[in-house]
T-cell receptor, first 113, second 115 residues
Framework: AQSVTQPDIHITVSEGASLELRCNYSYGATPYLFWYVQSPGQGLQLLLKYFSGDTLVQGIKGFEAEFKRSQSSFNLRKPSVHWSDAAEYFCAVGGNNFNKFYFGSGTKLNVKP | EPEVTQTPSHQVTQMGQEVILRCVPISNHLYFYWYRQILGQKVEFLVSFYNNEISEKSEIFDDQFSVERPDGSNFTLKIRSTKLEDSAMYFC?????????????FGPGTRLLVL
C-alpha cells in the first residue's frame, strides 16, 4: 500500500542555515511526489513536484528536492533559510493508477533569528 | 492567481448536529476532493468528485458524509450527525483533470470542533 513518512515532527534551524526535510515513500511503481507548505491560516501551497526526468527539481521560494529511487526518498532542501519559511511542510505521493494523494504527517519548521 | 476558497474557517458544533463545509474550487477545474487532518495525524483522503458524482471514497467516508455540487461554483461536504472524532481540519482541493499524480490545489481548510 502507498504511504509517506516524514520522520521529523519538529525542526528548528537558525536563519541563514541550510535545511533538509526528510520524506520517504512507499509505492510499487514510479511515484509522483509533491511538497506542500502550510503557513498559519493559509492553504496547502505547492512548493514543487516530481513527475519524471531530472531527479533534482526546483521549486518556488528557493526550495529544491531530490528524488532518490534507491532510497525511496524525496527530501526537501534549501541552502539558506529565511524567517518567513517558518511553516508546516507536507510531502505527498500520487500515482498513475489513482488520483488521490497520500500525505505524510508533516514537519513543523521553526526558524530562530 | 486563482485559488481554492473554503468557508467557514472555523466551526464549532455539538455532537449529533449536522454541519456543511463549503468550498469554491478553481473555476476551470473538473475534479474536486476533500481531505481531513485530525490533530497530530496525517492528512487523509476522504472523497473525490467528478461530473457530479463520487469517483472514489475512502473507508472514512461512511453514510454520515455526503458531497454535493449544488451550483456551478460551490462544492460542499455535509456531515449529518457529527461525532467527537470528526473534529479535524478539512481541506478541499481541486485539479484540472483527474489524471494520476496531477497537481491538486488546496484551500486553507476549515477547522471543525465537535463538542
Amino acid at each position: 500500500a502507498q504511504s509517506v513518512t516524514q520522520p521529523d515532527i519538529h525542526i528548528t534551524v537558525s536563519e541563514g542555515a541550510s535545511l533538509e526535510l526528510r520524506c520517504n515513500y512507499s509505492y510499487g511503481a514510479t511515484p509522483y511526489l509533491f511538497w506542500y507548505v502550510q503557513s498559519p491560516g493559509q492553504g496547502l501551497q505547492l512548493l514543487l513536484k516530481y513527475f519524471s526526468g531530472d531527479t533534482l527539481v526546483q521549486g518556488i521560494k528557493g526550495f529544491e528536492a531530490e528524488f532518490k529511487r534507491s532510497q525511496s526518498s524525496f527530501n526537501l532542501r534549501k541552502p539558506s533559510v529565511h524567517w518567513s519559511d517558518a511553516a508546516e511542510y507536507f510531502c505527498a505521493v500520487g500515482g498513475n493508477n489513482f488520483n488521490k494523494f497520500y500525505f505524510g504527517s508533516g514537519t513543523k519548521l521553526n526558524v530562530k533569528p | 492567481e486563482p485559488e481554492v476558497t473554503q468557508t467557514p474557517s472555523h466551526q464549532v458544533t455539538q455532537m449529533g448536529q449536522e454541519v456543511i463545509l463549503r468550498c469554491v474550487p478553481i473555476s476551470n477545474h473538473l475534479y474536486f476532493y476533500w481531505y481531513r487532518q485530525i490533530l497530530g495525524q496525517k492528512v487523509e483522503f476522504l472523497v473525490s468528485f467528478y461530473n457530479n458524482e463520487i469517483s472514489e471514497k475512502s473507508e472514512i467516508f461512511d453514510d454520515q458524509f455526503s458531497v454535493e455540487r449544488p451550483d456551478g461554483s460551490n462544492f460542499t461536504l455535509k456531515i449529518r450527525s457529527t461525532k467527537l472524532e470528526d473534529s479535524a481540519m478539512y481541506f478541499c482541493a481541486s485539479s484540472e483533470e483527474g489524471a494520476g499524480g496531477e497537481t491538486q490545489y488546496f484551500g486553507p481548510g476549515t477547522r471543525l470542533l465537535v463538542l
